[in-house]
């Protein structure tokens, strides 16, 4: 059983190899069609190719290309109204010779919406008909009886990933627009969630560089095991934890008398007040740090980033 599941991934893996190999103008000319589109993208299939059609515009949505799936046979009774002439079609078939795809294609021939096919079968009705044909033609599908749409619905859905992606940085469409598109749920707080939405700004822990660690073991267990030291700019010099505290204590008898600057980290990692959040915690977890002092565009503190506020904010 489990070598039957591996022969399906390596005979969609291979068939998606063998398209990668094959990509080229047409695709280009697709990117450079979509880029230009200055109404919607109208997505169309039927059967399996409907189901995937539904994600590719689902997709295109997401990342800033507004598109719709339209059922072609819906299409001919009355929602073709929702078509208009800067409309751009991308019509999914791997036959390229569905017949209920032939009425939407002569409407939208009509109309002089301009037509992407993505195709299996490249000397086909729908390929002619199309003003660039994208081929997704695979050996056989990985089906045993080679007719289930397997490895075809696979390449159809890559193919519409890859125009998706490639779109999206054609246009340049960042992070930012990226959370503005997905508000809602954890992705929607990794991506909105700024560092000063959760750091600590009061009673911050900081010190001067001539204070003894005496000063700084009372903030260490007041505030969290991470204490800054500051220069009278509010400029970060380097930090203390508790970590350091130990250290300390396993060399020196009397750690109380001790400068901080000799024992402070002089090369602390910072987080910006204006940076993601989930960036902050990329770094926190990478270095095992719990806790950054946050700076301004002054490179002043303004505040500290604990990870363990960050984890509670759903920042992970």
């Not at 993208?41 to 507004?66: D, E, H, M, Q």
């Not at 930012?176 to 009673?203: I, N, Q, W, Y």
């Amino acid at each position: 059983m489990v070598e039957r599941g591996r022969r399906v991934f390596r005979m969609e893996r291979e068939a998606l190899e063998d398209i990668e190999r094959s990509l080229g103008a047409p695709f280009a000319a697709a990117i450079d069609m979509l880029a230009a589109c200055e109404g919607r993208v109208i997505v169309a299939g039927v059967g399996k190719s409907g189901l995937i059609g539904r994600k590719i515009a689902a997709t295109l949505t997401s990342t800033g290309t507004p598109a719709t799936f339209l059922h072609p046979v819906d299409s001919v009774h009355g929602d073709l109204g929702l078509v208009g002439p800067s409309d751009v079609a991308i019509l999914i078939s791997k036959s390229g010779e569905t017949d209920e795809l032939f009425p939407l294609l002569e409407q939208l021939r009509r109309l002089g919406v301009r037509i992407i096919a993505i195709i299996g079968a490249h000397d086909s009705t729908l390929s002619r008909h199309a003003d660039v044909a994208l081929d997704t033609w695979v050996n056989e599908e990985a089906c045993p009886h080679d007719l289930a749409p397997t490895s075809s619905t696979t390449a159809a859905l890559v193919m519409g990933d890859a125009l998706a992606v490639t779109l999206l940085e054609r246009k340049g469409f960042g992070r930012d627009d990226f959370a503005r598109l997905h508000p809602g749920g954890s992705l929607g707080k990794r991506l909105l969630t700024r560092v000063c939405d959760v750091m600590v700004r009061e009673e911050l822990p900081v010190l001067e560089a001539g204070a003894l660690m005496r000063e700084a073991i009372v903030l260490l267990a007041k505030r969290r095991g991470t204490v800054a030291i500051v220069n009278d700019a509010s400029q970060v010099m380097g930090v203390v934890t508790a970590g350091d505290l130990t250290r300390l204590m396993e060399r020196e008898g009397d750690v109380f008398a001790v400068p901080v600057d000799r024992v402070m980290n002089r090369q602390p990692k910072v987080a910006r007040a204006d940076e993601l959040a989930s960036a902050a915690v990329f770094r926190m977890e990478k270095f095992g740090i719990m806790a950054m002092p946050v700076l301004d565009g002054d490179d002043r503190m303004v505040g500290i980033v604990h990870l363990h506020d960050l984890m509670r904010a759903g920042i992970s």
